[in-house]
């Protein structure tokens, strides 16, 4: 989980126009990049 991430929640929806498609869209691009972080650590092992 990102620290800080329920805090960011209200400025993205403020940005987005209180569009939750753009709140799952960041969530799921954090996802995406946090996968791909620990592949890398994995790949290093």
Known sequence: MVVGGPILAP???AIGGDSYGVLYAVAGVCA????VAIMGVRGIR
């Open 11 to 13: 400025a993205i929806l």
């Open 32 to 35: 995406i990049l946090g996968a």
